[in-house]
């Protein structure tokens, strides 16, 4: 049974930072990209970033360039997203989810496997 489980999700005001965690079990995460999604309310789950298998290659979403940062760790099935000077606009429930192939993908329908979500809150 393929699980992702998302932590680190809080409340922050403007300028602040968090860190979430996803981990996965019941996969060869090795060899799975990853990415993260965002949903705000009345909003559609909006693409944040990728990561290829090994981590040596990201894509992230012009929203959060140069303020968030992701990485895995394949010996602790673990991908991980640093957000920095968070921005009110970036309230969501943040969700990992698994790739459905190698190729990068910014739509949820390439990722077959989602965590429950975490609720990130920045207060202005």
């Known amino acids: 049974q393929v699980q992702l489980v998302e932590s680190g999700g809080g409340l922050v005001q403007a300028g602040g930072s968090l860190r979430l965690s996803c981990a996965a079990s019941?996969?060869?995460?090795?060899?799975?990209?990853m990415g993260w999604f965002r949903q705000a309310p009345g909003k559609e789950r909006a693409f944040v970033v990728y990561?290829?298998?090994?981590?040596?290659?990201?894509y992230y979403a012009d929203s959060v360039k140069g303020r968030f940062t992701i990485s895995r760790d394949n010996a602790k099935n673990t991908v991980n997203l640093q957000m920095n000077s968070l921005k009110p606009e970036d309230t969501a429930v943040y969700y990992c989810?698994?790739?459905?192939?190698?190729?990068?993908?910014?739509?949820?329908?390439?990722?077959?496997?989602w965590g429950q979500g975490t609720q990130v809150t920045v207060s202005s």
């Open positions: 989810a698994a790739d459905r192939d190698l190729v990068l993908s910014t739509t949820p329908r390439g990722y077959d496997y």
């Open positions: 019941g996969i060869t995460f090795s060899s799975k990209a």
């Open positions: 990561i290829n298998p090994t981590g040596s290659s990201t």
